[in-house]
């Protein structure tokens, strides 16, 4: 039988309280001023997306709830959003969420080896997170940088244009705490 | 090889900084001419604008291809108590398409100038542009563009003087294909999940909060002040009739140089592949097949290819469409089969899960589309497959589930013979144990 | 009919409907039946079970006609072959992943998808060797039985959860092929309406938790009933099995209770068949011991011989029908000969004299026609979910504004709150501009009185306050009247009816407690459970208990009298708005427990003063003299009350309002005596406790 999904929350990964703080809530505010005053309610993706990144990837019900909170909102109507959108990590990543497009145009431009070589050098496959907790590998949908096959994402910035080498490289640069290039990783023609 | 087509002049293109080999920033954009022309069109009777849109016969860059003019023409005037919403549809993310990703990094001022004309012309005080949550670097950019703008007062209060107020704000989607259909992109802008709405009422009726709105792609916005600057004339002189103007094409696949690429209209499909895409790798004989418009689009086979011309008319002959001219190549060393397996993978991953025979059914088609790949489904399969596919369409409150079922055709059309042969060995073998217990 | 109308045809039958109405609403009207499950006519309309596409002529696509509007002309063809076959694709695809468990569904036999599916599906599977879907449950507390597998998706349930019960908690989660309905995080719902949900799903996902597994439909009867947990007059169903009531259901009636009840109507059920008194008992020693009825009504009649009267002392419980107080009053007050009679055992000093005093006059109906509600020391929430579920309704449909005076309550809308005590009336006569900032152009206005009125010792003055508001304002005119008294009980106004109190010079329910302590009880009638504790009573010197259960009150009785449920009897009920309902008998009372009527007629036989009736009908005849409400013609009807003066013009108390129902799911004799009931207010009380801590 094949299953729905179902979230498990590992308790230890939870914080016990979750508050904004003074620089989210300036944030907060920054986001809500985009919206009529009677209609709060459109923030609810941006402060899950807020919330996501102030603490720690990922979002526990609690979270979510901290969210609702915020807008006044039913919890649960938080919670169909943060499930219906694949942004919203409801289980913890690692520090980087390695995300390799395997949709047509990066399949069709070699995708496998550029997942092949992700999962190889974080020791975590598709779905999972490296042992020292540093990666969470995903296969992903269209990222929409069709022209830049293959390509993946890693948190914000997109890594585009790869082979497996290259892969390896941005990831071996982001292990060893540097910046690698964002965007196109075709070496210039020395 | 002699073109067919004259390639757009410098002066011609409307996304000139397209490859990102210039300045992005305000400055170079009113280098190339930008923003000139912009306090006119701000002066200019808004009938007069639609009317030109009208004429000029433009068709919705988003997939669809609806006429901008007609769309724009449905709009009430706003009042106190009904304000109208412009939003820009950028959730870009049919596979294949990745257009809007490159005008909102390389150009984002033609987008900001296309949302200040539109605004105007439907009396929006406020635009909203929805861009996909992925998109975190592009909706920066674009941010920083809609931030020189209200600098330079090309934005906000009173613009350059003429009294016209226009606030753009960005909204970051997260995650969700479903999203740039144009009621569900509102639904998830009102902060709820993107399920398509009910139509009717349709946005500009009751749009965003319940408003009069209309939803433009990217690149239909980012066109229309260009046209309405250079005129009809000029725009017409582009495509066949009813198809006019100029087009980016995101060539994609087994091309050697895969690029996106603003052509004009009814272009050929050989020439963009062959003149701007670097030729398929391994020689236009290599060539399998073409998703010619997004991978909603059925594919054309490489006889197709032969002559397709690019626009929205014209393809219909092959029972396809312009999509969002998203052009993804298929050589012969490409496993098509397992492309299209993926694809169907996409449709069930995507699904909002509303309609029953969306939700339910693009679980199924995935499946059969699995199990003929791996061999495990018996040829009776494919015309299951194929039944299903006509039994979902047009049986849904939006068209996602259309464009789900669409390439599953095509493929079927043209391909079929690459099913029989992955299911057929399995067909002898149980026969042939048949034959044995007897 | 306005005469905008407009005319379609559908399958070739012409049909006039309003604009605005949708193709299904067009073919409701003529009776042409479309597949359906996710639209419901009390729901907003969702259309995404796709199940009800039909064919419209000159459309490209089959359209949803639960959506879809009517247009002049329109020609619509259900039974086409397009029509059809969408009806068997969308069947098809609706059944792929649901199980095939009827065999051990509660829902099987009354289930819509197994009648849709017979019409419509295909009898063999063409799904094949892929996987069904299989979906984790949730407990949502113990009256709703989760099997999400079944689930369908319709977002009845959620649509319901939010739209009419107003307790956004039911959602849909995740998306695609893995929506999952349900609460997202394990937690029991908190609504007062939360059995709906049974009723509305289509299918087996959501079913009746206590009553899982214990009956087929088809092995039951239907009898209609009227619910007796609050003043509402609900119309249920009783679904019967040998004689055993095993469930109840919703009977629509558009006046009252929509197609809706509350979870205290449907699931105390179980203790209608547990701790019954099945026949009389005398007390010998410490034992009550089994008497044949001839020996109970020798030992009463014994002990009343020769006993002064004013020691006397009679108390008759709240959920009686108009037979049972009426036979027990003139039993009490002719037969035995004692004015000390009083039902009012809330405290409240309401009196029968005018009718218009102690019911809804404006009627539950009429909150559709309201502008505004101001509720008086009424948590209407508990005191009348489904008042509330209206008023819900119509804050949503309309705007309309609600306010307060009264205790702070948690309601399911936003509620102005004006106010903690009686005195906020005073200012709310006095002041016209807060009135009319409150109320803004409101010309008909609901004031709803409650039970934390109704039961101080000042309620008479708070009524006469309210009449004077009513009246200030204009809300009393002959097409509005705005005075309303929410009864909490449901035998309330029968009680008032028949001046079941006394009506000399006898002792008031409010005092018997001190009557007993003062040792001037000498026998103490006990009909049905009281809301005075049993303890303040057990000192009387000589109690007879007539009722239902094995309460507390039977443990310190001398003599006790096995009487009739309200399932057993054919009953009139009274509901808060005075109107007059008749219900049938669903069982026999167990054993030897009689209907009660027929008691008090024994009984007063045995007295020597027979009571003047031998049957029901004689006794329906008296009882129809007594106000119009009663004549067999006017039986379901809503009859208005003349309105005349009544309640008193002094200052009532400064004392605040305090909660009338503290616990809800345990707020009767009916729903003490139900292990379901005592769940519900376990859950509910752990909820609290957590809310506080």
């Not at chain 3, 009776?31 to 996710?38: M, N």
């Not at chain 3, 039951?220 to 009531?245: H, P, Q, S």
């Amino acid at each position: 039988m094949s299953s729905v999904r179902i979230v498990h929350e590992p308790a230890d990964k939870v914080r016990d309280i979750y508050t904004w703080s003074k620089s989210a809530k300036a944030e907060v505010k920054k986001i809500l001023a985009k919206y009529p005053k009677d209609q709060s309610r459109s923030a609810v993706i941006p402060l899950l997306h807020l919330a996501q990144r102030e603490f720690d990837g990922w979002l526990p019900t609690k979270l979510m709830n901290l969210v609702a909170e915020t807008l006044d909102m039913p919890y649960i109507r938080v919670y169909e959003v943060a499930t219906f959108y694949t942004m919203f990590n409801l289980a913890p990543v690692g520090k980087y969420h390695v995300q390799v497009c395997t949709n047509c145009a990066c399949m069709i431009r070699g995708s496998d080896k550029i997942l092949e070589a992700v999962e190889k050098l974080t020791g975590a496959k598709a779905g999972e997170s490296s042992a020292d907790e540093m990666f969470t590998v995903s296969e992903v949908e269209c990222l929409g940088a069709c022209v830049n096959a293959p390509m993946m994402q890693v948190n914000d910035h997109y890594y585009t244009d790869l082979d497996a080498e290259s892969a390896k490289e941005v990831l071996t640069a982001l292990k060893e705490g540097k910046t690698p290039k964002v965007g196109s990783q075709v070496k210039e023609a020395s | 090889m002699t073109l067919q087509h004259t390639p757009l002049s410098y002066e011609d293109r409307i996304f000139k900084n397209l490859d990102g080999s210039g300045d992005w920033s305000i400055k170079g954009y009113q280098e190339r001419g930008g923003y000139d022309g912009l306090k006119k069109i701000l002066t200019t009777d808004t009938v007069e604008i639609i009317d030109t849109l009208k004429q000029s016969a433009l068709r919705g860059r988003g997939g669809a291809g609806f006429p901008t003019g007609l769309k724009w023409s449905f709009m009430p005037k706003p009042t106190k108590e009904r304000p109208t919403y412009l939003v820009c549809n950028a959730d870009e993310g049919e596979p294949g398409t990745c257009k809007d990703r490159d005008i909102l990094r390389n150009d984002p001022h033609t987008l900001v100038e296309g949302m200040i004309v539109g605004c105007y012309t439907l009396g929006a005080k406020t635009g909203y542009i929805y861009i996909r949550g992925e998109y975190y670097d592009e909706a920066n950019r674009l941010q920083a563009a809609i931030d020189e703008a209200y600098e330079a007062g090309l934005l906000g209060k009173d613009i350059l003087g003429t009294g016209v107020c226009v606030d753009l704000h960005i909204h970051l989607g997260a995650g969700a294909y479903i999203c740039g259909e144009e009621t569900a992109l509102l639904e998830s802008l009102e902060g709820k999940k993107g399920q398509p709405r009910l139509k009717p009422p349709f946005p500009a009726g009751f749009g965003l909060y319940g408003m009069p709105t209309t939803i433009n792609n990217v690149e239909t916005l980012a066109q229309v002040p260009p046209i309405l600057k250079k005129g009809v004339k000029w725009w017409t002189q582009f495509g066949n009739p009813n198809n006019h103007g100029t087009k980016i094409f995101s060539i994609s696949g087994s091309v050697n140089k895969p690029i996106n690429i603003e052509a004009p209209m009814s272009i050929t499909l050989k020439e963009l592949i062959e003149h701007y895409a670097g030729g398929v790798i391994g020689g236009w004989d290599n060539l399998q097949a073409v998703i010619p418009g997004g991978s909603s689009t059925p594919m054309l086979s490489a006889e197709n290819c032969q002559d397709a011309v690019m626009d929205f008319d014209s393809l219909m002959q092959y029972k396809t469409g312009l999509g969002t001219a998203a052009i993804v190549v298929m050589n012969k060393d490409v496993d098509l089969l397992r492309v299209m397996k993926r694809i169907s993978g996409f449709y069930k991953h995507e699904s909002c899960g509303q309609c029953s025979p969306c939700r339910e059914g693009m679980g199924w088609i995935y499946q059969l589309m699995n199990d003929i790949y791996h061999g495990k489904a018996d040829i009776s399969d494919i015309d299951k497959l194929e039944d299903l596919t006509h039994r979902i369409d047009g049986h849904t409150i939006c068209a996602f589930a259309t464009g789900a079922i669409w390439p599953v055709q095509g493929t079927i059309r043209h391909f079929r013979h690459l099913m029989e042969q992955k299911v057929q060995p399995k067909k002898t073998a149980s026969k042939a144990k048949t034959k044995k217990s007897a | 009919m306005a005469d905008n109308m407009i005319t379609l045809t559908i399958d070739g039958h012409e049909v006039q409907v309003e604009p605005g109405s949708t193709i299904m609403q067009a073919a409701k009207k003529l009776e042409v039946e479309i597949p359906h499950f996710c639209y419901h006519p009390r729901l907003s309309v969702a259309g995404n079970c796709r199940m009800c596409l039909v064919e419209v002529e000159g459309a490209p696509k089959p359209v949803a006609s639960c959506a879809f509007p009517v247009s002049e002309g329109m020609n619509v063809k259900t039974q086409s072959q397009l029509a059809e076959q969408a009806h068997k694709n969308v069947m098809e695809m609706l059944l792929i992943n649901h199980p095939l468990d009827c065999p051990i569904c509660d829902q099987g036999g009354e289930c819509d998808l197994q009648d849709i599916a017979v019409g419509y599906g295909s009898d063999r599977s063409r799904y094949g060797s892929c996987s069904k879907r299989s979906v984790e449950d949730k407990d949502i507390g113990p009256l709703v039985k989760t099997v999400m597998t079944r689930c369908i998706h319709c977002t009845r349930c959620v649509r319901f959860a939010t739209e009419v019960a107003g307790v956004e908690e039911f959602g849909a989660t995740f998306r695609g092929q893995d929506m999952k309905i349900g609460t997202y995080v394990e937690k029991a719902l908190d609504s007062e309406l939360s059995g709906n949900m049974i009723d509305l799903c289509p299918v087996g996902a959501l079913t009746n938790k206590p009553f899982a597994f214990s009956a087929r439909p088809w092995e039951m009867k239907t009898v209609n009933l009227i619910d007796v947990m609050d003043g509402m007059g609900t119309n249920i169903y009783a679904d019967v099995r040998d004689e055993e009531v095993m469930r109840m259901r919703p009977r629509t009636n558009e006046e009252i209770n929509e197609e809706w009840m509350t979870d205290t109507a449907r699931f105390a059920v179980d203790g209608l068949t547990k701790n019954r008194l099945t026949a009389p008992l005398v007390r010998e020693g410490k034992n009550l011991r089994q008497v044949s009825w001839q020996k109970a009504f020798d030992t009463l009649t014994e002990h009343l011989k020769g006993k002064r009267r004013d020691g006397i002392f009679a108390l008759a419980s709240s959920t009686l029908s108009a037979e049972d107080y009426y036979s027990f009053n003139m039993f009490m007050k002719e037969s035995v000969g004692t004015d000390n009679v009083d039902a009012r055992t809330d405290g409240s000093p309401i009196r029968g004299d005018v009718r218009a005093s102690y019911v809804m006059n404006s009627g539950i109906a009429a909150v559709d026609n309201a502008d505004a509600v101001l509720l008086v020391g009424c948590d209407l929430r508990r005191e009348s979910p489904l008042l509330n579920a209206r008023v819900r309704k119509n804050v949503l449909a309309k705007n309309i504004k609600v306010a307060s005076i009264g205790a702070l309550t948690n309601t399911t809308y936003d509620v102005k709150d004006l106010g903690r005590s009686p005195m906020d009336i005073l200012d709310l006569i006095e002041d016209e501009k807060l009135f009319k900032k409150t109320f803004p152009k409101t010309k008909n206005l609901m004031v709803i009185m409650g039970a934390e009125a109704t039961t101080r010792t000042d309620a008479l003055k708070i009524m006469g306050a309210v009449r004077k508001l009513c009246q200030k304002y204009e809300m009393i005119r002959p097409d509005w009247n705005g005075y309303n008294l929410l009864s909490l009980k449901a035998g309330q106004v029968a009680a008032l009816d028949f001046s079941v109190y006394p009506v000399a010079a006898g002792v008031e329910a409010k005092d018997v407690s001190k009557s007993v302590s003062e040792g001037l009880v000498k026998t103490l009638f006990i009909y049905g459970d009281v809301e005075i504790p049993a303890q303040e009573l057990q000192d009387a010197e000589y109690i007879v208990y007539m009722g239902t259960h094995h309460s507390a009150y039977a443990d310190i009785a001398d003599v006790v009298l096995p009487t009739a449920a309200y399932t057993e009897k054919e009953a009139l009920w009274v509901n808060t708005e005075g109107r007059v309902q008749a219900a049938r008998k669903a069982v026999n009372p167990p054993m030897q427990a009689k209907e009660d009527w027929k008691i008090f007629r024994a009984l007063s036989e045995c007295l020597g003063k027979k009571l003047p009736f031998d049957t029901l009908s004689q006794l329906r005849l008296l009882i129809a003299k007594v106000n119009d409400a009663y004549l067999p013609e006017n039986w379901g009807s809503f009859v208005v009350p003349a309105w005349d003066k009544f309640g008193l013009t002094t200052k009532p108390n400064k004392a605040e309002f305090e909660f009338s129902v503290p616990e809800y799911y345990l707020s009767n004799g009916y729903l003490r005596q139900s292990k379901v009931m005592q769940d519900c207010a376990a859950k509910a009380q752990d909820t609290n406790n957590k809310k506080v801590s």
